[in-house]
């Protein structure tokens, strides 16, 4: 396990450029929109963050899944779940596998922190700039830019909204401002996006339209 950023597996193997994106997706679009698949993205997105625990019981974990789809996501499953748990142990299987076993993921939240602090840790910014960097695990910052970037492109983001000016201290950051900018559009499209998509109604055509495994009939 790398110590840093710089000699892990994060950096090495999964920092992606748009051309390596766009050909893994390419059966995905051909099903569905960019709009569509961002859509189904912040679905699943919003969905896995609902309910966490740490490790529980097997037969715990399917009654919360239960409750919560029914009580929660019943607009988007209105019939039973066809899948079991060694369907979903498979799966976690081939993920491995694709993953390459690389299960190291450093995130934005530790650089953000040590740079609200040199600006004098501003209580607000944080809370804000925090949010906006859960944001972005709803778009493909995190596959494309190291994490460092990441949180300076969602602290410029939470200074414009609280109207904070800290253009001097940006201008001394010895950073690519291009790719800075290219963080701040994607998250803003993101919330563009967002604000005009109405989940309940659209999730469950969009779901239908996403092909899906036929799992093995139960011995």
């Given at each position: 396990?790398?110590?840093?950023?710089?000699?892990?597996?994060?950096?090495?193997?999964?920092?992606?450029?748009?051309?390596?994106?766009?050909?893994?997706?390419?059966?995905?679009?051909?099903?569905?929109?960019?709009?569509?698949?961002?859509?189904?993205?912040?679905?699943?997105?919003?969905?896995?963050?609902?309910?966490e625990f740490g490790v529980i019981s097997?037969?715990?974990?399917?009654?919360?899944?239960?409750?919560?789809?029914?009580?929660?996501?019943?607009?988007?499953?209105?019939?039973?779940?066809?899948?079991?748990?060694?369907?979903?142990?498979?799966?976690?299987?081939?993920?491995?596998?694709n993953l390459d076993c690389c299960l190291?993921?450093?995130?934005?939240?530790?650089?953000?922190?040590?740079?609200?602090?040199?600006?004098?840790?501003?209580?607000?910014?944080?809370?804000?700039?925090?949010?906006?960097?859960?944001?972005?695990?709803?778009?493909?910052?995190?596959?494309l830019y190291p994490p460092y970037q990441?949180?300076?492109?969602?602290?410029?983001?939470?200074?414009?909204?609280?109207?904070?000016?800290?253009?001097?201290?940006?201008?001394?950051?010895?950073?690519?401002?291009?790719?800075?900018?290219?963080?701040?559009?994607?998250?803003?499209?993101?919330?563009?996006?967002?604000?005009?998509?109405?989940?309940?109604?659209?999730?469950?055509?969009?779901?239908?339209?996403?092909?899906?495994?036929?799992?093995?009939?139960?011995?």
């Amino acid at each position: 396990m790398a110590g840093n950023f710089w000699q892990s597996s994060h950096h090495q193997q999964w920092l992606l450029d748009k051309q390596d994106l766009i050909r893994e997706r390419q059966y995905d679009l051909s099903v569905l929109s960019e709009e569509e698949y961002q859509k189904i993205f912040i679905f699943f997105a919003s969905a896995s963050k609902v309910e966490e625990f740490g490790v529980i019981s097997n037969s715990r974990l399917l009654t919360t899944c239960q409750t919560v789809i029914k009580n929660k996501f019943a607009y988007a499953y209105n019939q039973e779940f066809p899948y079991r748990t060694n369907h979903i142990l498979e799966c976690e299987f081939y993920l491995l596998e694709n993953l390459d076993c690389c299960l190291i993921v450093y995130q934005p939240y530790r650089p953000l922190l040590q740079m609200v602090q040199d600006l004098g840790h501003e209580e607000q910014l944080l809370t804000l700039a925090w949010r906006i960097v859960n944001d972005s695990l709803r778009t493909d910052v995190c596959l494309l830019y190291p994490p460092y970037q990441i949180a300076i492109g969602c602290l410029q983001i939470a200074c414009v909204i609280l109207q904070k000016d800290h253009k001097s201290w940006f201008a001394e950051l010895n950073v690519d401002i291009e790719k800075i900018q290219e963080i701040a559009r994607c998250i803003i499209n993101l919330y563009e996006l967002w604000k005009q998509y109405d989940e309940k109604k659209e999730i469950q055509g969009l779901l239908n339209k996403m092909p899906k495994p036929k799992p093995a009939p139960q011995r």
